[in-house]
């Protein structure tokens, strides 16, 4: 029963996600790691704020402790994208976070990192179920905790002043420190609050936050951030005139934004701000990776100064690789996540939150305005996104009549090319396009359609729904 999807293994509490389970994932990454022969290199393991994340992370220590790796578990409730940088940092070939990121608080999971802190590929998290495969209905060997950690299998490490320290490093805090913004933060209940305040209040800015305490149920809502989550920051920007608003997702690997008109900003709109901002003010060079459902803005915006934006299915996984082989200077996808070439080769909304104070600090400009001034350079590009539930016998259905049987809708505009690399993807000749594949992540079809206005991409977000009698 434990399947990766395009961000690690998620499961229900209790139903899939169990003690049994994760100590089986834990013992076949082990055993992959003796037949490799990297054990004696060790691993480290992190966990967020979720039910069971802290306790789960134990219980895989047990299991590597059994099968004679050296376990490093972080001494506190840890953002996702600090586990990437201690596996980093301490070159280890294997690390795993305890999170089950932006799902419901009924789900938790586990994220494997590779050397270097990148999420795991596809090649690797398949060996790693044929592993699972092999060994499930077995009994899994476990070490006491206390046990381990007496004789040294298992110890306590804490990088988090280290992670801090190499953000602040990267960042123009010189320029933070004149511009006297006052920036409110929303951790949405996680983990980012630590980090990202530190390196805030570092960088003299005036930090408020909300949500900042545990509540393993998220206050009732997704820990994701997006327009419908984060009203309340709306509402706190809007009411004390903030410069900016931040939220980070559960495990803080993604983050939302509201601007200094307390309007909420796609994650579309802040990888295209990042990059103009990269290539525009820093005089950085290089090109952009973006999943296949993540706005085209981007590709406007390279091919004006030059540079390619690749394109690739979802999964970061897939953003990070193809950004090691072309030497991207960004990557990102429409769900909030993203990284910049010379930090770790994945998603971190601490630091994208501390570039995007950075970038109003240095060009003395506003969200708003310089959002502006890049749709009066490359035009306007609005997205419509709607999610479906569905059952195993209408997923089937769907399957069968978009990947096997090729069919279409009749589009009241002309067709340049359709893409099957990760569902379904129609383009344009105008330059538009839409897009139906399941979700990785959770039980979702999801229908993204991107247009100059929004009123058509909505419109053509309703014939393919009607075609798939959604």
């Known amino acids: 029963m434990i399947h990766f999807g395009t961000g690690g293994w998620r499961a229900v509490i209790g139903d899939d996600f169990t003690k049994s389970n994760v100590q089986l994932l834990a013992a076949a990454l082990a055993k992959k790691m003796q037949d490799d022969g990297v054990a004696e290199k060790g691993i480290v393991i992190g966990y967020d704020r979720r039910f069971l994340s802290e306790v789960a992370a134990g219980w895989a220590g047990e299991a590597f402790a059994a099968a004679g790796i050296p376990c490093s578990i972080i001494r506190r409730q840890s953002p996702t994208p600090l586990v990437m940088y201690a596996v980093r940092q301490m070159g280890l070939p294997y690390g795993l976070a305890v999170t089950a990121s932006h799902n419901p608080a009924i789900y938790n999971g586990i994220k494997v990192f590779m050397q270097g802190g990148r999420d795991a590929d596809e090649p690797m998290t398949q060996a790693i179920e044929g592993y699972i495969g092999a060994l499930a209905g077995s009994q899994?060997?476990?070490?006491?905790?206390?046990?381990?950690?007496?004789?040294?299998?298992?110890?306590?490490?804490?990088?988090?002043?280290?992670?801090?320290?190499?953000?602040?490093?990267?960042?123009?805090?010189?320029?933070?420190?004149?511009?006297?913004?006052?920036?409110?933060?929303?951790?949405?209940?996680?983990?980012?609050?630590?980090?990202?305040?530190?390196?805030?209040?570092t960088a003299r800015c005036d930090v408020s936050v909300i949500h900042e305490r545990r509540?393993?149920?998220?206050?009732?809502?997704?820990?994701?951030?997006?327009?419908?989550?984060?009203?309340?920051?709306?509402?706190?920007?809007?009411?004390?005139?903030?410069?900016?608003?931040?939220?980070?997702?559960?495990?803080?690997?993604?983050?939302?934004?509201?601007?200094?008109?307390?309007?909420?900003?796609?994650?579309?709109k802040i990888l295209v701000l990042l990059y103009y901002y990269l290539i525009e003010y820093k005089g950085w060079h290089g090109a952009a990776v973006r999943n296949i459902a993540t706005t085209h803005l981007l590709d406007r915006i390279a091919e004006a100064f030059g540079e390619t934006c690749y394109e690739v299915p979802v999964g970061f996984k897939y953003i990070s690789g193809k950004m090691a082989s072309t030497g991207a200077i960004i990557g990102g996808e429409s769900s909030g996540g993203l990284t910049v070439r010379g930090h770790i080769q994945g998603k971190d909304g601490i630091y994208a939150a501390s570039l995007l104070i950075e970038m109003i600090a240095t060009t003395g400009k506003s969200l708003s305005s310089l959002w502006a001034e890049i749709e009066q350079k490359y035009g306007r590009f609005e997205m419509s996104e709607h999610d479906f539930r569905f059952t195993q016998e209408k997923k089937a259905e769907i399957h069968k009549l978009l990947m096997e049987d090729k069919l279409l809708p009749a589009f009241p505009l002309p067709i340049d090319h359709v893409s099957y690399l990760d569902g379904c993807k129609v383009y344009f000749q105008n330059g538009g396009w839409i897009i139906a594949r399941f979700s990785g992540t959770e039980p979702l079809l999801r229908i993204f359609c991107e247009m100059d206005d929004l009123q058509k991409a909505e419109s053509l977000s309703a014939v393919l729904q009607k075609f798939l009698h959604l």
């Not at 988090?160 to 933060?185: C, F, P, Q, S, W």
């Open 215 to 268: 509540d393993t149920l998220f206050g009732g809502r997704l820990p994701a951030p997006n327009e419908k989550t984060l009203a309340s920051l709306i509402n706190y920007v809007e009411e004390n005139h903030c410069d900016i608003g931040i939220a980070t997702d559960g495990d803080a690997d993604r983050l939302g934004v509201i601007d200094d008109q307390a309007v909420f900003l796609h994650p579309n």
């Open 140 to 201: 899994i060997p476990t070490v006491e905790q206390d046990v381990a950690f007496a004789d040294g299998r298992l110890r306590y490490i804490d990088p988090m002043n280290e992670y801090i320290d190499g953000i602040l490093a990267a960042v123009n805090t010189d320029a933070i420190r004149g511009a006297h913004l006052h920036v409110v933060l929303d951790p949405m209940y996680g983990v980012s609050k630590t980090a990202l305040q530190t390196i805030l209040l």
